[in-house]
């Protein structure tokens, strides 16, 4: 059974980093690529990263672009979105989600509340 | 990249069909036939219902379908049930810098 868990969410101050990680397992996690979705409390969805399967590729929404990286750890079957320099406007629950090269996400983890705020 | 619009809410009787638009652009809906649709409960993760514009998952049902014309996708959901209450989202692909553009979401009641 194909399961993405994330984990490293919180409560962070404007300023500060998170690294959030998403545990995937029941599929080989190293040949797919594999994003990042968040969602605002009571909005919508909203890409954030994309990564493809061996990490050599990585792309960002604009309104994260310098802030964040996207890695993989295919030894691991992890993945990680390290957030620095943190803004209210980040406060979102962060999805990762995997990419079977359909243009689409066929697998989405259950989610990870970040909160931005002093 | 702005995202794609969508009405922000269609409502139908049970059985009835609903149609959802997302309206892009010549960027995105209209140069890639890339189109996704995501139903979404309340406290849920996203679910895949439709890809590559028509496709549906394994264990989707039929009900719905998706089609697209000009720089406009359309979602159909054919025999309207309770359970399709949730909100849908659609996604394009619109380049490889941005692979990713999500609609603006549409809230489907069932009345």
């Known amino acids: 059974e194909v399961q993405l868990v994330e984990s490293g969410g919180g409560l962070v101050q404007p300023g500060g980093s998170l690294r959030l990680s998403c545990a995937a397992s029941g599929f080989t996690f190293s040949s797919y690529w594999m994003h990042w979705v968040r969602q605002a409390p009571g909005k919508g969805l909203v890409w954030v990263s994309r990564i493809n399967s061996d990490g050599s590729s990585t792309s960002y929404a604009d309104s994260v672009k310098g802030r964040f990286t996207i890695s993989r750890d295919n030894a691991k079957n992890t993945l990680y979105l390290q957030m620095n320099s943190l803004r209210a406007e980040d406060t979102a629950v962060y999805y990762c989600?995997?990419?079977?090269?359909?243009?689409?996400?066929?697998?989405w983890g259950q989610g990870t509340l970040v909160t931005v705020s002093s | 990249q702005s995202a794609l619009t969508q009405p922000a809410s269609v409502s139908g009787s049970p059985g009835q069909s609903i149609t959802i638009s997302c309206t892009g652009t010549?960027?995105?809906?209209?140069?890639?036939?890339?189109v996704s649709w995501y139903q979404q409960h309340p406290g849920k993760a996203p679910k895949l219902m439709i890809y590559?514009?028509?496709k549906r998952p394994s264990g989707v049902s039929n009900r719905f379908s998706g089609s697209k014309s000009g720089n406009t996708a359309s979602l159909t959901i054919s025999g309207l049930q309770a359970e399709d209450e949730a909100d849908y989202y659609c996604c394009s692909y619109a380049g490889s810098s941005t692979p990713r553009v999500f609609g603006t979401g549409t809230k489907v009641t069932v009345l």
């Open positions: 989600a995997r990419d079977p090269s359909i243009a689409a996400e066929d697998y």
């Open positions: 590559e514009g028509s």
């Open positions: 010549s960027s995105d809906v209209g140069s890639y036939n890339l």
